[in-house]
């Protein structure tokens, strides 16, 4: 039952986008928080975590829970 509460909400949230042929998006894990960058350059795509000036992840904490 808990599995089906978790299909209804998005795991993954889009919380900035820039760009029209190249172009990058700032997605969130709605689950760890975690921040991480996405690239689209034509047919060509790429994900990485955002990091901190420390190297360590970008966290966005969800206040909401």
């Known amino acids: 039952?808990?599995?089906k509460d978790?299909?209804?909400s998005p795991r993954?949230?889009?919380v900035y986008s820039q760009g029209?042929?190249?172009t990058?998006?700032?997605v969130v894990d709605t689950k760890t928080g975690v921040n991480y960058l996405f690239?689209?350059?034509g047919n060509a795509g790429g994900l990485t975590p955002l990091l901190?000036?420390?190297g360590q992840p970008v966290v966005t904490l969800d206040e909401t829970k």
Do not use: M, T
């Open 20 to 22: 029209v042929l190249d």
């Open 39 to 41: 690239a689209v350059s």
């Open 6 to 8: 978790n299909r209804l």
């Open 24 to 26: 990058y998006h700032i």
């Open 52 to 54: 901190d000036e420390k």
């Open 12 to 14: 993954f949230r889009v």
């Open 1 to 3: 039952e808990k599995e």
